[in-house]
């Protein structure tokens, strides 16, 4: 939901209902732990390890050729999932950083010959969970508001259970919907475990409303015919009632947009650090960060991005076509307007203006 005023207004609407308004709110609201700020990156490599293996499955799952747009959002997985960890992977190990990408190449470039990927996607599969473990330290995955976060992003950031089903009724060629369908699969899980150790109330609520998203998966990776577009908001809206109960039972802010002065100087104080790495040729390193950034300025859990395209239009429009430049994102640009030869550090120091002018619009 990346248009502007409609996306600032919905994006508002959530942040506003759980505590963005007054300074009295957050103090009714405010929470022990704020997991995105203290682990921004590590969430977002996590997030990218999860998104990949829920891709590897979906090609798992399908055992013929597929059609253009599902091979489309397939590829995804060797660019935006595989580029939020592969810099750090290549440090903590640098053979199964080589083994990895190999095999998601192939997974990719069968599915692009038209042929089954079935076999290796299952083969890729246990390489995925062999990353999750050198990238991610075991104490922190099993961090209780760590987990929290991570299934909050599951959930609604782009690609997730609720984005997969919105980006699926919008476009006619529904290939959105088994990347939600993926995420959710893994939802599932996390769940579990999460259930597991909450309070018997939480773990209530959280299970209702789990059964109550449940039914728009039921198809597994298939897209349901018809497809129920009327079902669009409702599964927004549990999924962020999903995420409310993650804050409570993590004591934990999952709502980045609660705070967008703070959002925008740390996102520009991540981004710093990128545009050294580009500077000195380390771009795996350096597009792990943009990833995160991104996430957080376009992200409904936030709004800075529809802040920002509506107050200072000229920086969103700046934005959409520096992003693009470093990865890959819906969030971008008309055709044309993305410069893909302009050095990387340049495009990095670009959108560092960007978050600058960002947080003087929403009053830093």
């Known amino acids: 939901m990346f248009n502007g005023l409609r996306h600032w207004i919905g994006a508002g609407a959530v942040t506003l209902v759980l505590g963005l308004a007054t300074s009295a709110d957050a103090q009714i609201l405010e929470r022990k732990h704020e997991p995105y700020y203290q682990y921004m990156l590590p969430i977002s490599r996590a997030f990218g390890i999860e998104m990949l293996d829920a891709r590897l499955r979906v090609a798992e799952a399908y055992t013929t050729a597929l059609n253009n747009d599902l091979k489309q959002q397939l590829a995804n997985m060797a660019t935006k999932d595989l580029g939020r960890f592969y810099g750090t992977l290549q440090q903590k190990n640098a053979a199964l950083a080589t083994e990895l990408k190999t095999a998601v190449d192939a997974v990719v470039k069968a599915i692009n010959d038209g042929q089954s990927a079935s076999a290796l996607a299952a083969r890729a599969r246990p390489l995925v969970a062999r990353a999750y473990d050198a990238v991610i330290d075991p104490a922190l995955r099993s961090n209780l508001q760590f987990k929290a976060a991570v299934t909050a992003s599951l959930l609604v950031a782009e690609d997730g259970v609720s984005e997969g089903f919105e980006e699926a009724v919008k476009f006619p060629n529904r290939q959105q919907y088994p990347a939600g369908w993926g995420a959710w699969e893994r939802v599932e899980v996390l769940w579990k475990e999460l259930a597991a ?156 203006a960007v978050m600058a002018e960002a947080k003087k619009v929403v009053g830093g």
């Open 197 to 352: 150790v909450a309070p018997p109330a939480l773990a209530t609520e959280g299970t209702l409303l789990m059964d109550n998203m449940r039914p728009f998966y039921k198809t597994k990776h298939l897209p349901p015919s018809p497809f129920p577009m009327e079902d669009q908001e409702e599964l927004e809206a549990l999924a962020h009632g999903m995420s409310t109960v993650l804050e409570n039972l993590a004591d934990a802010s999952l709502y980045v947009g609660r705070d967008m002065i703070r959002l925008a100087q740390t996102l520009a104080d991540t981004l710093a650090p990128a545009c050294a790495d580009y500077a000195a040729g380390r771009d795996a390193l350096a597009t792990e960060r943009v990833y995160a950034v991104l996430e957080h300025f376009v992200s409904e859990a936030s709004g800075l991005s529809g802040a920002v395209s509506v107050m200072a239009p000229e920086a969103d429009q700046r934005a959409r076509a520096l992003f693009p430049r470093l990865v890959v994102t819906r969030y971008q640009a008309p055709a044309g307007a993305v410069n893909m030869n302009a050095p990387a550090v340049e495009a990095c120091l670009g959108l560092m």
